[in-house]
T-cell receptor, first 111, second 113 residues
Framework: GENVEQHPSTLSVQEGDSAVIKCTYSDSASNYFPWYKQELGKGPQLIIDIRSNVGEKKDQRIAVTLNKTAKHFSLHITETQPEDSAVYFCAASEGYSTLTFGKGTMLLVSP | DSGVTQTPKHLITATGQRVTLRCSPRSGDLSVYWYQQSLDQGLQFLIQYYNGEERAKGNILERFSAQQFPDLHSELNLSSLELGDSALYFC????????????FGQGTRLTVV
């Protein structure tokens, strides 16, 4: 089955800095890679996703890049704000099958 | 608010007991997923139901079972509870099998003492 590794487990940045979270996956058949944000006391919420026919996708301050050859994808957050503080999960799946999640990254943005 | 409702929000019970967690998916969503979230394992997929039928199984223990009812709500039953079963249990729903975005509830925090 699919295995998703996520690094780092915790990330502390100053407000305004950029943050990068990296994930690798094992199953070359995976073609859908979402990122979820989990705020304290809430369930995970989709913030951005990318499919394997695309190398990069942006949505305002967040972007995701995908390297199919190396089987890794990354989340980039620019101009971080305190409200970006949360746990971020990457995930992978083949088509519409069940998502396999990474173990999460706790992002702390200090004012 | 994702539209997915989970009850109860918190549950404290003793080892050896049995509990039932309930999930109401978003209106019209046919597919329900259950996940277990622990500190060291992240989000682990347990089981999926689609329109009342079991669709996929993940790392679900034999002591755990689930079902989806005709009104599409789902229940996760955990029995012979152990300390290690303490975790957050999330339910997520999708409109159909052909959707990629999963909508998560706020979770049930289970503490086994």
């Amino acid at each position: 089955g699919e295995n998703v590794e996520q690094h780092p487990s915790t990330l502390s940045v100053q407000e305004g800095d950029s943050a990068v979270i990296k994930c690798t996956y094992s199953d070359s058949a995976s073609n859908y890679f979402p990122w979820y944000k989990q705020e304290l006391g809430k369930g995970p919420q989709l913030i951005i996703d990318i499919r394997s026919n695309v190398g990069e996708k942006k949505d305002q301050r967040i972007a995701v890049t995908l390297n199919k050859t190396a089987k890794h994808f990354s989340l980039h957050i620019t101009e971080t704000q305190p409200e970006d503080s949360a746990v971020y999960f990457c995930a992978a799946s083949e088509g519409y099958s069940t998502l396999t999640f990474g173990k999460g990254t706790m992002l702390l943005v200090s004012p | 608010d994702s539209g997915v409702t989970q009850t109860p929000k918190h549950l404290i019970t003793a080892t050896g007991q049995r509990v039932t967690l309930r999930c109401s998916p978003r209106s019209g969503d046919l597919s329900v997923y259950w996940y277990q979230q622990s500190l060291d394992q992240g989000l682990q997929f347990l089981i999926q139901y689609y329109n009342g039928e079991e669709r996929a199984k993940g790392n679900i223990l034999e002591r755990f079972s689930a079902q989806q009812f005709p009104d599409l709500h789902s229940e996760l039953n955990l029995s012979s509870l152990e300390l290690g079963d303490s975790a957050l249990y999330f339910c997520a729903s999708k409109p159909s099998l052909m959707n990629t975005e999963a909508f998560f509830g706020q979770g049930t925090r289970l503490t086994v003492v």
